[in-house]
């Protein structure tokens, strides 16, 4: 240990102490990258860096920055304003119990949430098996053949349902939507098909007389007011002139309903949320979205497959290139690269730890006491409409409506108000005998009620049998087997299940193990303080429509982030709806769209896109309707300015937008973002701007003041909502104030959107709300000096790896001075000419350095982006510097000829426990070299559980549920 210094350290001005944890090199390292890079401070770095003319003139105008104690005492008091009833609403949301051992083990466990997207199955084998668990549960309760690996909520895939249909019939241009739907869905169904010109058409499915207009059907089973019905007639009818029928279904009805799929749907949907996973005001829970084999190809979202690597043993990894839309660009069927991996894997494991007759018994228990309910409710005078129901039953009440859902009121419980003499009432997992009789006491005006008078045999209700009456579902009762596969048969207990959950995260590389610098993802340190809120209940308990005046801390918190956020970007408003980028580019667009259509100019609908754009911003574009013209790029990656006047001019009467990422997609600050934004003002256009980059913006530059009229703003990126295993995320849109009006609504709450708002984007109101808790968190405790330092030190991170690297890679792309942005390109092409090592070749090799690898091959082909963030200390950043310069030295061994161009340590990469103790080793490095390149990799040890992945081999033999288990026995 070194002698302490004499010299007192320097400490910053006015930032909270969490700033200092926060931010990952110290005052005396910051210094020390600084004198590296050339500069006495980061002042004038950032002088250097960032463009004058787009600076910031002045601090931004926050609360300065909270310690740890007191930011969570002053969200307490905002969560406190929130008021937890028992909600009977339904739509789609039940309360649920979420196991202890998958709340801390999952939930709130770092291991598994500060994971990235398992784009590296090597490092990532244990959250794709979770994820292969969910798409067997889906595939199996809704008895089709292929399921994806989760998509955003109920009403979004539903949508994409609606699109996948439209593909098969493609001249058709009418989608039918039984009324009995979701409200929510259908609100966002009409949003989804007006910019591609689609017809909703809404019935009765008993009535409905359809044509060869149609080209789709939605259905919802069990219906929204809680009916059974069995659609087999209007399916029949669908398939007759040649439509594809979809079924929203509530997944945890079909233990005891026959499947969709066994009815005759091509498409299933839903949600997962009350497979443990809390309410969260509206999010985030994964939604499902199921498929016949015939439509794999198009079906949205991810996709996990089997496939095996180097040594023929068995490897999960995301399965066909399809399944990433944004590689289709503007032909993409999807904008969704955002998925609910986090929720999905908690919605696996409850299968898992509850197995198929767990599951009965839930739904049984369920439905008996909707039962009750329904017998003790004739016997008062109010018969439900429905003979066959699940769990909701529709009641009316005739002109009693007002005083029954009073008394609720009175003693905290929300019913549903279906229309002005009917009420609705859900039941879920957590109702209980006494809330039966609780309920049936608000429909009784005698006070002096006694409900057990009521209800029967209670002790039948109570019941554990699953295979207790089940008459009130009709002729639909289910009768096929499902989550027959070991893994949902053998996790029963909290022993056996912690210690499979622990299994499985020791096969994925989070934050916990090393720094994943992944360019334009931000992974960066999600601080215990900024998650434990969205555990309390005041957050995760709330039904998303519940009455407004229940959610006032929630307003709070909604009104408080979006001005905090207005003030870090300079815009007007902000939406919070979006709970994905992707989605938040599409709102961008949508709010855009209906400008010019105020504007009377709806012919405006050519979108600008530079070639070096995000993937999903093509797919996005299309989505809304909008016709993609490409922008060329010059030879220092930045938009060419010739052709982008020429394109602007070319389609000046129709230019609708540009779509610019800022800092550019190639990680530097580009010097003419203000004249890019006044060419396309000049000629009409609205300027779009992908907030990917905002970590190298905040308290430097807003966006909203150098041209850009509405962005989106990944807080899982930025704003440290972490990335959850490839989702959760929340990509709100902020908008300069002549787009203010044109903000999405919802039919359910007033959000604030005026009468000229687009129609929702998500299913809830304001969208994954139980985690913006997070991101409110961290700015509270950051302040404004914090922030601003934060983006000084992520810049600065990323300028000291470059010039580290520097003498041994070429950095693609530099801006003003040779200096980069908070992310570089490293070019690796031409080793693949000098020694046959490609740029996958480094990234497999550098986990067995133990880092997850940079974005690989994105925006350029053959290189790697790395973006360090301002989270990783000195000692990380060297590591990984040292790391890639001993790959160099290992790629020089081979093109000097010293060491075999196939037979070499890149091209095995990575290496497995199962190498080191091989009894074989025929390869012309030792052992040591292979899985302990460093000291440090001796002590700190991340193990891949499997070698390379052979991608092809998985897509020539496509599997995508659960294999039997000896398929994973190692030979």
Known sequence: MPPPSSAPAPQPAATSAFVQRHIGPTLQACQSMLSTLGYESLADLMAAAVPQPIRLGQPLKLPAGQDELAALASLRQIAQQNQVYRS????????????????????ENPGWYTQYTPYQPEIAQGRLEALLNFQTLVSDLTGLDIANASLLDEATAAAEAMTLSLGQAKKRRRFWV?????????????????????????????????????????????????????????????????????MAADLLSLPLLTPPGELGADIAVGNTQRFGVPLGYGGPHAAYFATRSAYTRKLPGRLVGL?????????????????????????????????????????????????????????????????????????????????????????????????????????????????????????????????????????????????????????????????ASLE??????????????????????????????????????????????????????????????????????I????????????????????????????????????????????????????????????????????????????ASAVMAGMKVVAVACDREGNIDLDDLTAKAEKHRDQLAALMVTYPSTHGVFEVGIKQVCDIIHRHGGQVYMDGANMNAQVGLCRPAEFGADVCHLNLHKTFCIPHGGGGPGVGPIGVKAHLVPFLPGHPLADNGSGVQGIGPVTAAPWGSASILPISW???????????????????????????????????????????????????????????????????????????????????????????????????????????????????????????DQENNVLKHAPHTAADLVSETWDRPYSRQQAVFPTDWCRTHKFWPAVNRVDQAYGDRNLVCACPPMEAYIEQ
Request: with cysteine; proline share 6%.
């Open 472 to 541: 009130t579902l009709g002729n639909l009762q289910r009768t096929s087997p499902y989550l027959t596969h070991p893994v949902f048969n053998s996790h029963h207990s909290e022993t056996s299940l912690l210690r499979y959950l622990h299994h499985l995260q020791g096969k994925d590389l989070s934050l916990t193990t090393a720094m994943i610098p992944l360019g334009s993802c931000t992974m960066k340190l999600n601080a215990t303080a900024e998650m434990l809120p969205v555990s309390w209940p005041e957050f995760s308990q």
């Open 178 to 246: 039984s009324q009995d739907c979701h409200p929510q869905t259908l609100a966002v169904l009409q949003t989804r098909a007006e910019p591609l010109g689609i017809e909703i058409v809404m019935g009765d499915h008993r009535q409905a007389q359809l044509d060869d207009s149609i080209f789709g059907l939605l259905l919802q089973y069990p219906a929204s007011d809680g009916a059974v019905y069995d659609y087999r007639p209007i399916i029949d009818q669908a398939h007759q002139v040649g439509a594809l029928v979809t």
């Open 543 to 618: 039904h998303p429509f519940a009455p407004v005046d229940q959610a006032q801390g929630y307003q709070v918190l909604f009104q408080q982030l979006a001005d905090w956020l207005g003030e870090i970007t300079g815009f007007d408003g902000i939406s919070l709806q979006p709970n994905a980028g992707s989605q938040g580019e599409y709102t961008g667009l949508l709010v855009i769209r209906q400008y010019h259509q105020a504007q009377g100019e709806s012919h405006r609908r050519v979108c600008l896109i530079p070639e070096s754009a995000h993937g999903t911003n093509p």
């Open 777 to 899: 968190m961290y700015i509270a405790l950051m302040g404004p000096t914090g922030l601003q330092r934060a983006t000084e030190v992520a810049i600065l991170n990323a300028n000291y790896i470059a010039h580290r690297l520097r003498q041994d890679y070429d950095i693609l792309y530099t801006g003003q001075q040779g200096l980069v942005a908070h992310e570089c390109i490293i070019d690796l092409r031409n080793f693949r000419k000098t020694a046959g090592i490609t740029v996958e070749d480094v990234a497999k090799r550098l986990i067995d350095y133990g880092f997850h690898p940079p974005t690989m091959s994105w925006p350029v082909a053959g290189t790697l982006m790395v973006e360090p963030t301002e989270s990783e200390s000195l000692a990380e950043l060297d590591r990984f510097c040292e790391a890639m310069i001993a790959i160099r030295q290992e790629i020089r061994e081979i093109e000097s000829g010293a060491v």
């Open 307 to 467: 496939s095996q690597d180097s040594h023929g043993q068995p490897a999960l990894r995301l399965a066909l290139q399809t399944r990433e839309q944004h590689i289709r660009r503007d032909a993409a069927t999807s904008n969704i690269c955002t998925a609910q991996v986090l929720l999905a894997v908690m919605a696996s494991t409850y299968a898992v730890y509850h197995g198929p007759q767990g599951l009965r018994q839930i739904a049984s228990r369920i439905h008996r006491l909707t039962s009750a309910l329904a017998h003790g409710l004739r016997k008062l005078g109010y018969p439900p409409s429905h003979p066959h129901y699940f769990d909701t039953l529709r009641i009316p009440v005739s002109d009693a409506a007002d005083s029954i859902q009073q008394r609720g009121l009175r003693r905290q419980i929300n019913l549903r108000r279906i229309d002005a003499q009917t009420l609705g009432i859900s039941l879920d997992e957590t109702t209980t005998m006494a809330d039966v009789a609780e309920l049936l006491t608000l429909f009784a005006a005698d006070p002096d009620f006694d409900p057990q008078a009521c209800l029967g045999d209670g002790e039948q209700v109570q019941s554990q049998s699953p295979n």
């Open 88 to 107: 009977y609403l339904g739509l789609g949301y039940a309360n649920c119990i979420t196991p202890p051992v998958i709340q801390r083990n999952i939930l």
